[in-house]
């Protein structure tokens, strides 16, 4: 799983947590689970330009006809991340619930910038 201490060195490594992101994405069902509620993932551009910016971005990986869904393991598992109520802190938890997955969600997006920046160019 995605732990504090991951996410405290991924700004210096982020290997260990885009692989953790990876595994969550590789399931099946969290897959489903995401596909099936983008309109709630889609809710969550409201809380800011940065929010939206992220999660634009993600949503715009799964999107893509480009890469294979091997390559979009780690989008999934973001965003499964950011729906999962009982994440390492949990949502209900007033200001703070959302942080990890705000954090989650950039490195995830700054991941396929880094990776994939044709994707995100202006046509």
Not at 39 to 62: D, N, Q, Y
Request: with cysteine; hydrophobic share 45%.
């Amino acid at each position: 799983g995605i732990t504090q201490a991951m996410l405290q060195q991924a700004e210096r490594n982020p290997k260990a947590l885009m692989e953790s992101l990876s595994e969550l994405g590789a399931n099946d069902v969290k897959q489903t689970e995401v596909n099936h509620h983008r309109k709630k993932i889609l809710s969550f551009k409201k809380m800011g330009k940065e929010w939206a910016e992220r999660i634009s971005s993600l949503m715009k990986v799964l999107e893509s006809k480009e890469l294979h869904s091997f390559d979009k393991l780690v989008a999934y598992g973001a965003l499964f991340y950011l729906l999962c109520p009982f994440d390492l802190i949990p949502d209900y938890i007033p200001v703070f619930g959302y942080m990890d997955d705000f954090i989650v969600l950039g490195f995830a997006a700054a991941y396929y910038l880094k990776r994939f920046p044709h994707l995100f160019q202006a046509s």
